[in-house]
């Protein structure tokens, strides 16, 4: 069984920074596992994307609302990856989940995007920006 450890959160003001990591318990490239990615979910919203990560080239994706301000990163020692978070703002705040998932060289990178192609999940971190 796969587990994602996700760390770093915590309270920030508005404009400063956080740096989240995930480790991943065993080896998730032996299982097959390609892409990483970090999903968020705020109080009283659904859970959206942010950013991912594919494993072999380190192709990296972003939602539009953190493109430029937040970089994904792999963490070859820990079977992991990172994310720097800059510049960060009040709507930033809200649980951050680490997922893991096999994604086929012919698929859409759109599909990084959805939660429901991930197939494991760390146990979320908070993360809270004040304005």
């Known amino acids: 069984q796969v587990q994602l450890i996700e760390s770093g959160g915590g309270l920030v003001q508005a404009g400063g920074s956080l740096r989240l990591s995930c480790a991943a318990s065993?080896?998730?490239?032996?299982?097959?596992?390609?892409?990483m990615g970090w999903f968020r979910q705020a109080p009283g919203k659904d859970g959206e994307f942010v950013a991912a990560i594919r494993w072999s080239d380190g192709v990296s994706h972003y939602s539009d609302f953190v493109e430029g301000r937040f970089t994904i990163s792999r963490d070859n020692a820990k079977y992991g990856m990172n994310l720097q978070m800059n510049g960060l703002k009040a709507e930033d705040t809200g649980v951050y989940y680490c997922?893991?998932?096999?994604?086929?060289?012919?698929?859409?990178?759109?599909?990084?995007?959805?939660?429901?192609?991930?197939?494991?999940w760390g146990q979320g971190i908070q993360v809270t920006v004040s304005s």
């Open positions: 065993e080896r998730t490239l032996a299982l097959g596992h390609n892409v």
């Open positions: 997922a893991s998932g096999t994604f086929g060289y012919n698929r859409d990178e759109r599909d990084y995007f959805f939660g429901s192609e991930y197939q494991y």
